[in-house]
């Protein structure tokens, strides 16, 4: 069983990999590079924040667990953030629409850790979802504030495709 979600999780990194091309056709590519690197070591150190420090979650010792643990916070995750943040910043759609879909990326991130969980690669020690929620909305915010900040810098530059 845990080599059956070790492949699924590996698929879904691969697809979301895959639909960067997607980002790069609708965001400038020092903005993508930025917010992917930014992203992830923003869910990498919160990660181990909770995980070790506070001791809310503890991971199994397997290498299956370990990269089921890892692969999604290195890659699935920092692109469901830059979508959510093109969502965000996006004029096309209506803001109610916005946050139905930004809802709906923050409810599937939170149900990967939910699955991550369910397959015994962590044990929740003093975990429950709403602090994946909370720990989702607080790197996204800050995530838009660095982006907002750096695009904003970039334009005062000339930075050429914004």
């Known amino acids: 069983m845990l080599t059956v979600y070790f492949l699924i999780s590996l698929f879904v990194c691969i697809v979301c990999l895959a639909s960067l ?29 909770i995980s070790l420090n506070l001791h809310y979650v503890r991971p199994a010792l397997t290498w299956q667990s370990f990269w089921s643990v890892k692969l999604p916070g290195l890659f699935c995750m920092p692109v469901l953030l830059l979508w959510a943040l093109l969502l965000l910043l996006s004029d096309k759609y209506h803001p109610g629409g916005k946050i139905a879909l930004v809802a709906a990326v923050l409810l599937l991130m939170t149900s990967v850790d939910v699955g991550i969980n369910k397959a015994g690669f962590i044990e929740a020690l003093h975990w429950n979802v709403l602090y994946s929620l909370i720990r989702y909305v607080m790197i996204l915010l800050v995530l838009w504030g660095y982006l907002t900040l750096l695009r904003s810098r970039m334009r005062k530059e000339g930075v050429a495709g914004l």
């Open 21 to 49: 091309g997607l980002l790069r056709k609708r965001m400038q590519p020092l903005l993508l590079l930025h917010g992917y690197f930014a992203g992830t070591a923003l869910m990498q150190q919160s990660f181990t924040v």
